[in-house]
C-alpha cells in the first residue's frame, strides 16, 4: 500500500456540462475526504442548488442557510464593505454562521440565486464567491469543494487564481466530452494549470475504452461507474458515498490523482 500524501489544503473545482455528474462527484469527494478525518468546505455555486440534498442535508437544514447572493447586508455589517470581510482572510471557522450549514467537519456554503432582471445580477455574489475562495485561510488538510454550474462563461481569471485544481466532468458520450474539451481550452486560456478529467456514469470497458480515447490528451483522474444505487439514494434522502462502496473506491482513486497532481 502507498503512504497517504500529507495532508495539505486543496481548493477544487468541479465543472462539466449539465446533469454530468458534477454535484455527485462533489458530494463523493466531500465524504472520501471527511472519511480521512479531513475539514471539507462545500460550496453550490450553481444557481439552482443541489449540492445540499446530495450531501444528505435535509430541506430543513438547508432551509436555515442563507444564500451568499443575499448576505451582502451582513457583509457590509461586519466589514464596511461588500467583499471586505474576505480582505480579512476568514479561515473556514470564521464564515458567517448564517451562510453555511454544518455538519461535523462538513460545511456546506450556498452561492444562492438572483433572478436575472428585475432581482438583479447573478454576476455580484458570484465574483464575492471568488473573493471569498481566493482568500479564505485554510487549515492543515482542510479540502474547499466547488460545484461550479453548466458551462464554461463563467470561469475568470479570480476562477484561475483561488482553485488548485480543475475537475471536468464527462460521461461516455461524445457531447459531454466536447464540452469537457471546451472548458479544458477555456481554463487553459485564463491560467487554470492542472485540469483533469473525471468519467462518470461508465458502465462497462467499452464505456471506460470510448472516454479514454476520446480524452485525446486530456488526463484522467479517474472513472466513477454507472450506479444503480444513486436513485434510491437520491429518493431516501441517502448520501451515495454511504450506500455504494464501488463509488466510494472510484472516488478515492481520483482524490489520490488530484493530490499526485496538486504536489507536481
Ligand atoms: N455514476 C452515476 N450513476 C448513476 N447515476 C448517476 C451517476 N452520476 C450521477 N448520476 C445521477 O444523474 C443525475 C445528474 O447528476 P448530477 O446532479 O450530479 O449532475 P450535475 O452535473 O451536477 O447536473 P447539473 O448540471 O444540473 O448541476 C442525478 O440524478 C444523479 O443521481
Ligand atoms: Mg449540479
Not at 172 to 201: D, F, K, Y
Request: net charge negative; proline share 5%; charged share 25%.
Amino acid at each position: 500500500m502507498q503512504p497517504e500524501p500529507a495532508p495539505r489544503p486543496l481548493r477544487i473545482a468541479v465543472a462539466g456540462k449539465g446533469g454530468v455528474g458534477k454535484t455527485t462527484l462533489t458530494a463523493l469527494l466531500a465524504y472520501h475526504f471527511l472519511a480521512r478525518g479531513r475539514g471539507v468546505l462545500a460550496i453550490d455555486a450553481d444557481p439552482s442548488p443541489c449540492l445540499g440534498p446530495a450531501l444528505g442535508f435535509t430541506a430543513d437544514e438547508l432551509a436555515e442557510a442563507v444564500p451568499l447572493s443575499a448576505m451582502e447586508g451582513v457583509l457590509d455589517e461586519r466589514s464596511g464593505g461588500r467583499t471586505g470581510v474576505f480582505r480579512m482572510n476568514p479561515t473556514v471557522a470564521d464564515l458567517p454562521e448564517r451562510l453555511t450549514v454544518s455538519r461535523g467537519a462538513l460545511r456546506l456554503l450556498l452561492l444562492g440565486s438572483v433572478e436575472h432582471g428585475g432581482g438583479g445580477c447573478f454576476c455580484p455574489a458570484s465574483s464575492v464567491l471568488r473573493e471569498l475562495v481566493r482568500h479564505l485561510m485554510l487549515k492543515e488538510g482542510e479540502v474547499v469543494l466547488l460545484d461550479l454550474y453548466a458551462g464554461v462563461e463563467h470561469l475568470g481569471r479570480a476562477t484561475a487564481d483561488s482553485v488548485d485544481t480543475m475537475l471536468v466532468v464527462a460521461g461516455p458520450n461524445p457531447r459531454s466530452i466536447a464540452t469537457a474539451h471546451q472548458v479544458r481550452r477555456m481554463a487553459q486560456e485564463v491560467g487554470i494549470e492542472r485540469l483533469l478529467l473525471v468519467g462518470n456514469g461508465i458502465t462497462g470497458n467499452e464505456d471506460a475504452a470510448y472516454l479514454m480515447d476520446r480524452a485525446e490528451d486530456f488526463e484522467i483522474a479517474g472513472m466513477i461507474r454507472a450506479s444503480v444505487e444513486a436513485l434510491p439514494a437520491e429518493r431516501a434522502g441517502r448520501t451515495l458515498y454511504s450506500v455504494d462502496r464501488r463509488a466510494a473506491t472510484d472516488v478515492a482513486e481520483i482524490a489520490l490523482a488530484v493530490e499526485r497532481s496538486a504536489t507536481r
